[in-house]
């Protein structure tokens, strides 16, 4: 059964503080100074959409309250590698660093694709041994725009260093080599608006 969609909620500072369990002024303070996302009404009250105060939270590591439950946007990485026991150990060290993901792996082209239709993860990672599967295809299907499968990040794993970087990085958003730093990795899922990052000029 598909997931009904939550309705539009906003809440006002005091309800957020209650939810916070903080006073109303400190609320206040966060949006003024630019922690909280709100919008003021024309009589001068600050409201706080589910979204925004759901991302407050979940950035703080804080308890989401069942209200805010349904608000609540399920986050998904998908990791593709030939290699079996690479693509095991890397998706524990992403578990271990993000609990709050939904991890999916494939070792195959295709099932990448259907993943990618079914689940719309927010990252992609993806290893050049992925030969049934082109990078530029991957970037082809992301975007906004009608027609596109999701708005998602790509992070391109290559087997090694070769001269090819300069070019991937006009397609990926990350280009790393093996085996895998994951401070960059980590970097990058904590500030996406960073821009492209190039393995070979970040070393």
């Known amino acids: 059964m598909k997931k009904k969609e939550a309705k539009i909620r906003t ?9 916070c369990g903080v006073v109303n002024q400190t609320v206040i303070n966060w ?9 003021v009404t024309p009589g001068g009250q600050y409201r706080i959409y589910s979204e925004y105060l759901v991302e407050f939270l979940q950035q703080r590591k804080m308890k989401i309250p ?3 439950l349904p608000y609540v946007k399920e986050k998904k990485i998908l990791i593709a590698d030939v290699d079996e026991n690479f693509l095991q150990s890397f998706k524990e060290k992403i578990e271990h660093d993000y609990p709050d993901y939904n991890i999916f792996t494939t070792t195959n082209g295709f099932d990448a694709g259907v993943l990618i239709a079914m689940k719309n993860p927010e990252y992609i990672i993806v290893s050049e041994n992925i030969s049934d599967i082109s990078i530029e295809k991957l970037k082809s299907l992301s975007g906004k725009e009608e ?7 790509i992070i391109y794993i ?3 260093d070769t001269d090819t970087t ?12 093996k085996p895998v730093d994951f ?7 904590n500030t996406p ?3 492209i990052v190039n393995d070979r000029i970040a070393k």
């Open 147 to 153: 027609g596109r499968v999701g708005n998602y990040k």
């Open 66 to 68: 069942k209200e805010l």
């Open 183 to 189: 401070s960059k990795i980590n970097s990058f899922i």
């Open 31 to 39: 949006v003024k100074g630019g922690h909280l996302k709100a919008f």
């Open 193 to 195: 608006e960073s821009g």
């Open 11 to 19: 809440f006002s500072a005091l309800e957020a503080a209650n939810i």
């Open 166 to 177: 300069e070019d991937l990085s006009k397609t990926a958003d990350l280009v790393l080599t």
């Open 158 to 160: 290559k087997d090694k």
